[in-house]
């Protein structure tokens, strides 16, 4: 059973910084991308970033310059996934979910339907 756990959300001012963790395990076969998404009440859940097996990234245009993805650590049939958030705003408030594909399905695209595996979120408050 795959299993996301996210870790590391809080409350910061603007300009502020945040470091988001994820840990997936329960991997049977191949997860190409993994990535981070967010939501607000009420409101579509849209892409923040992914990351390939291979390095490759893919950001939201909103965090561009501001968000980095780290590359996918692998230990302990574990995957771990990062996410430094800089110079926070405040529409970067949201709940932020780690996702993983299923052997690569979603070929890293920022569209939620493409990907199966979702962890529980956890809360980002950015204050002005």
């Known amino acids: 059973q795959v299993q996301l756990v996210e870790s590391g959300g809080g409350s910061v001012q603007a300009g502020g910084s945040l470091r988001l963790f994820c840990e997936a395990s329960g991997f049977a076969f191949a997860s190409t991308y993994m990535g981070w998404f967010r939501q607000a009440p009420g409101k579509e859940r849209e892409g923040v970033a992914t990351?390939?097996?291979?390095?490759?990234?893919?950001?939201?245009d909103s965090v561009k310059g501001r968000f980095t993805i780290s590359p996918i650590s692998k230990e302990d049939d574990k995957k771990r996934l990062w996410l430094h958030m800089n110079n926070l705003k405040p529409e970067d408030s949201d709940m932020y979910y780690c996702?993983?594909?299923?052997?690569?399905?979603?070929?890293?695209?920022?569209?939620?339907?493409?990907?199966?595996?979702w962890g529980q979120g956890t809360q980002v408050t950015v204050s002005s």
């Open positions: 996702t993983a594909d299923r052997s690569g399905e979603s070929w890293g695209l920022l569209i939620p339907t493409s990907f199966p595996y």
């Open positions: 990351i390939g097996d291979n390095g490759l990234t893919n950001y939201a």
